[in-house]
């Protein structure tokens, strides 16, 4: 997406080390104050993509440009970004206001400002009563707030974050996505984050890119991106998906024909552009498929193969007369519910045509 307001303009960046190409051929533009998610498999580009953002990388083709001023070959410190490292990084002799006043000090800033914006980082991330506590007296949580005070008291353009979150368990991660982001807007500070978690991306991020083999395979709005992916790949990355073999062999008023065996003949998709007949892939997601006893009615038999529980819903693995395995999302919102159906029974799905993605197989 091209935007006026980009703060950050990627240019046909490629990186090779010796005979390997990490990233190969990227253009992007991130706008001013978003929040900005890389998203990928491991191996796939996104930190070193992270690393020449930052310059501690050098592209071996393209350029770089942040606020309209090339910094393709400017030394990190001397561009206007930050970075917070997945380990943190903290300086374990030092107090907590004095790792967040190192940076400043280095830049030799009068003292009377170094320790009100100190003051003020802290009260930012709303640990001022622990400043003069040490790292290992502070949680992970707490540890993971001192790094981002310390990367935001410089008051940098881009806050670039490699796996910010990766060293937390689960219920403090998922508490703290939320204030990240929140601390994000009132910021305003343009976020770059690198992860491999795609529920923290979708949680977190105003836009994603999602990267495979060095190159961006599509960026867009977490919703646009799960709803609308515009390769099989992507479908397959983000969240659950049942992804089936198929072939137009008819559209009408904006609705395709599509003949697909393993769903058991004929169905409908929107066609959203795609009119030619020939092979395609369809993707429907499990929440978007109900499920019923066996019966009379519209939709494909099956059996259920098996019922993972998560608590708030529970995946049933049903395999379709077909032969086709398809994976289906129920909430467990009423616990009169549970167990109506279970593993073996003869089940019926069916879904609404809108539910249907075709995209190039």
Request: with cysteine; proline share 5%.
């Amino acid at each position: 997406m091209v935007t006026a307001a980009a703060l950050i303009r990627i240019d046909g960046v490629v990186k090779r080390f010796n005979d390997v190409t990490a990233v190969a051929g990227v253009d992007l533009e991130i706008g001013r104050g978003e929040l900005f998610a890389l998203l990928g498999g491991s191996g796939c580009g996104k930190t070193t993509l992270l690393r020449m953002l930052a310059g501690f990388e050098t592209p071996t083709e393209g350029r770089i440009l942040i606020d309209d001023v090339d910094v393709t070959h400017v030394p990190p410190y001397a561009r206007p970004v930050n970075m917070m490292f997945q380990s943190y990084a903290l300086f374990p002799h030092m107090t907590v206001a004095r790792n967040i006043a190192y940076g400043l000090e280095r830049e030799r800033l009068p003292k009377a400002e170094i320790a009100e914006r100190v003051m003020q980082a802290l009260d930012l991330v709303e640990l001022r009563a622990h400043a003069q506590r040490r790292p290992h007296q502070l949680s992970g949580g707490q540890r993971q707030r001192v790094a981002l005070a310390r990367a935001v008291v410089k008051r940098p353009k881009v806050l670039l974050l490699d796996e910010p979150l990766a060293a937390l368990d689960r219920k403090l991660r998922e508490r703290t996505q939320l204030e990240l982001a929140e601390l994000q807007q009132r910021l305003g500070i343009t976020f770059v984050m690198v992860t491999h978690d795609q529920d923290e991306a979708m949680a977190m991020a105003s836009r994603i890119a999602v990267m495979d083999q060095g190159r961006i395979r599509q960026v867009g709005a977490p919703a646009e991106i799960y709803e609308q992916p515009n390769s099989r790949f992507v479908a397959d990355f983000i969240g659950l998906a049942n992804i089936f073999e198929g072939e137009i062999v008819g559209h009408a008023d904006g609705m395709l024909r599509i003949s697909c065996d393993p769903l058991g003949g004929e169905i409908s998709a929107p066609a959203n552009g795609m009119t030619q007949a020939g092979p395609i892939a369809i993707v429907i997601r499990p929440e978007k498929l109900s499920l019923h006893k066996e019966g009379a009615g519209a939709g494909c038999a099956g059996k259920v193969r098996n019922i993972v529980y998560l608590g708030d819903e529970s995946i049933f693995h049903v395999t379709l007369e077909t032969g086709a395995a398809v994976q289906i999302t129920r909430m467990n919102a009423d616990r009169r519910d549970a167990g109506v159906i279970a593993r073996s029974d003869a089940v019926r799905i069916a879904w609404a045509p809108e539910a249907v993605v075709v995209m190039p197989r």
